[in-house]
């Protein structure tokens, strides 16, 4: 399988750790349980990352609002990006995933990430042996967890290097 690496901008790294901790914050404000459970400044960091590195691998502009959006894909064309730090994870599609989700598996650091493939949440909810009920001690969280083997393709037209401009912090000074 074709595999894509990305390599995430320092000013982009940042950006999407101001988003990720942003999430949190309002999360917590609004007291929203966490869904990972552990490690949540960790995980909203890296979430956001994966999404700007989507976002710019399909060469598409999105809004990255804070928690404005359940129930929607991360980009448009109901891609939805999921990332893990480790190799060894599958792909996780929540049970409350849309079934016209393409959810994406993503692996790795900002400063190295690599984007494996796509699986339908709606196909992955047809294939009960793939479901893991919560272990929160083996950090297992209910879902769906498709393997490796069983992820296609990237689509082929990914704007793989594109050249994205820095993002504008004094924005985040208004």
């Known amino acids: 399988m074709r595999y894509i690496n ?5 000013e982009w790294e940042r950006w999407a750790g101001y988003l ?6 309002e999360n ?3 007291g929203l349980q966490d869904r990972a459970g552990f490690d949540s400044e960790v995980s909203h960091y890296l979430g956001a990352c994966y999404e700007v590195a989507g976002a710019h691998l399909w060469n598409v502009c999105v809004s990255y ?23 060894r994870w599958p792909l ?6 849309k079934d016209h989700f393409k959810c994406v598996r993503v692996t790795g650091p900002p400063s190295n990430m690599r984007f494996h493939g796509w699986y339908s949440a709606g196909e992955a909810k047809k294939h009960p042996e793939w479901f893991q009920e ?17 992820l296609l393709p990237l689509p082929d037209d990914l ?12 924005m985040l000074l208004k």
């Open 65 to 87: 609002l804070i928690n404005t959006l359940w129930g929607e894909a991360d980009l448009p064309g109901n891609w939805e990006i999921r990332g893990t730090q480790s190799d």
């Open 20 to 25: 990720g901790i942003d999430r949190l914050i």
């Open 28 to 30: 917590r404000r609004k």
């Open 159 to 170: 704007a793989v290097g594109c050249v994205v401009p820095p993002p504008d912090f004094t």
């Open 134 to 150: 919560e272990n929160k001690s083996k950090r297992v969280f209910g879902g769906f967890y498709v393997p490796n083997t069983e």
């Open 92 to 97: 996780k599609v929540r049970p409350t995933d």
């Open 6 to 10: 990305y390599r995430m901008s320092r």
